[in-house]
């Protein structure tokens, strides 16, 4: 460590206070309105319910019935969670499971998150009680880091800070092009809006060679109102459907080939593979007797989260894992992007839960349910039309996932290095410039 560095305490550098839960908080809390309150599960979700606007203002025995917090504010969890960092980007209160930083003295609050992060593992091996870790307000304040001067702070927090938000506007891109694709396929498949504008003479808003490919009137279905001449289909007729090996679960390994986990199903369509189950090659050849997975496949969860869906992006070959299915298009039928998104529609997720077996400890997605799937398709130009124009949005998405895991890795790697010293700034900022940002 330089010797322009420093030890210090955190209570040495800042204030801390703990957030507050009104009781009864069934008196405080409402659906949709008043001021957000945000417990400790709400740090990713940014869900939650609200606290009525008179819980900040009341005050019963000299305690606030909350604490506000601000756009910017530091808060830190004590528990459930513990040593988790946020910095908040809205106005609202926290519950007793955070704790509140504030009033700094010779650290910048942005260098402060990063060092928490750090410290994380350190923090929690101080934590106590007998179910959950809690971290007491005591051991956060006496605990001691290292400090450097002021402008390496601003420096650090500058570096990681870029990576971060790189990492952010590519999660806002990603979210972008996921509403588009899920907008076009309402529209055509589930409202049919070219239909009802050709029907009422309107524009449909398409290219002429797209919108003369569809009708201008309807006709009546088992699933309702659908355009003339199309037909009701089922993922059976369309796709091959392929079940896991049911066997026992092979040992992870250090090295090997990639055995899917229901935890590598984003919500979001996207297959993560970050945290990589890997199994020996012996095993592997035992698990992809049925499949190996390929691009554009689809898998699809059989428990837990019933009927998640992810997309296989080009490189990934794997073997499908315990509880999952796998659903490829069949060869007259190329269009992989269109039967993921119609898994992931609202008619879709409709089809599913009407096919869920609801059991005693768990509801589950039998694999001879997945054929059954009903979805209303109209002739191979229209579906090749759709594909043409959703599929690169989705490649992009996937590439941009790849990149935020390549992102993230640095960051993960810079950030335990520059806030021990261990690294200097002109070495991290040659880092970025060699994965061009």
């Not at 870029?162 to 076009?184: F, P, S, V």
């Not at 019933?306 to 296989?312: D, E, F, L, P, W």
Request: a neutral charge; hydrophobic letters at 40%.
């Amino acid at each position: 460590m330089d010797s322009n560095w420093k030890s210090v305490s955190i209570g040495q550098i800042c204030s801390i206070k703990r957030g507050a839960s009104p009781r009864p908080i069934q008196e405080w809390m409402t659906e949709e309105e008043g001021i957000p309150w945000v417990k400790i599960s709400d740090a990713n979700s940014g869900k939650g319910k609200f606290i009525n606007e008179t819980v900040v203002k009341i005050k019963n025995g000299g305690k606030n019935h909350s604490v506000e917090v601000f756009p910017g504010d530091l808060i830190l969890s004590n528990s459930a969670t513990p040593g988790l960092p946020r910095l908040m980007g809205i106005y609202a209160c926290i519950h007793d499971g955070w704790l509140l930083l504030r009033e700094f003295k010779g650290v910048k609050k942005e260098y402060l998150f990063y060092v928490l992060e750090k410290e994380r593992a350190n923090l929690l091996a101080k934590g106590n009680g007998s179910i959950f870790t809690n971290l007491k307000t005591d051991i956060l304040r006496e605990h001691e880091i290292s400090l450097p001067p002021i402008n390496v702070q601003i420096a650090i927090a500058h570096i990681l800070g870029t990576l971060d938000e790189k990492i952010e506007l590519n999660r806002k891109t990603n979210e972008t092009l996921e509403k588009i694709a899920k907008a076009i396929f309402k529209s055509w498949f589930i409202t049919f809006d070219p239909v009802r504008a050709k029907e009422e003479g309107r524009s449909t808003g398409l290219s002429d060679e797209i919108s003369e490919l569809f009708p201008d009137s309807f006709e009546d279905s088992e699933l309702g109102e659908i355009p003339a001449g199309w037909k009701i289909s089922s993922i059976g007729d369309i796709a091959q459907v392929i079940d896991c090996l049911h066997s026992k679960k092979p040992i992870r390994q250090k090295e090997g080939e990639l055995l899917l986990q229901l935890s590598n199903i984003r919500d979001n369509g996207i297959l993560d593979v970050s945290d990589q189950y890997l199994i020996a090659s012996e095993d592997y050849q035992k698990w992809i007797s049925r499949l190996e997975t390929q691009e554009g496949d689809c898998v699809i969860t059989n428990v837990g989260r019933v009927g998640a869906v992810s997309q296989v992006p080009p490189g990934i070959k794997a073997a499908l894992g315990r509880n999952m299915t796998a659903v490829r298009p069949k060869d007259f039928f190329p269009f992989p992007t269109l039967i993921l998104e119609y898994l992931l529609s609202p008619l879709g997720r409709n089809e599913i839960q009407l096919n869920i077996d609801v059991g005693t400890i768990l509801n589950a997605l039998n694999v001879k349910s997945i054929p059954k799937l009903r979805i209303p398709l109209p002739g191979i130009d229209i579906c090749k039309h759709y594909e043409g124009l959703v599929r690169p949005m989705r490649q992009r998405m996937e590439q941009i996932n790849t990149e935020n895991k390549n992102i993230a890795l640095v960051r993960d790697t810079l950030l335990p290095k520059l806030i021990s010293g261990e690294v200097r700034i002109p070495d991290a900022e040659k880092m970025l410039e060699e994965v061009g940002i």
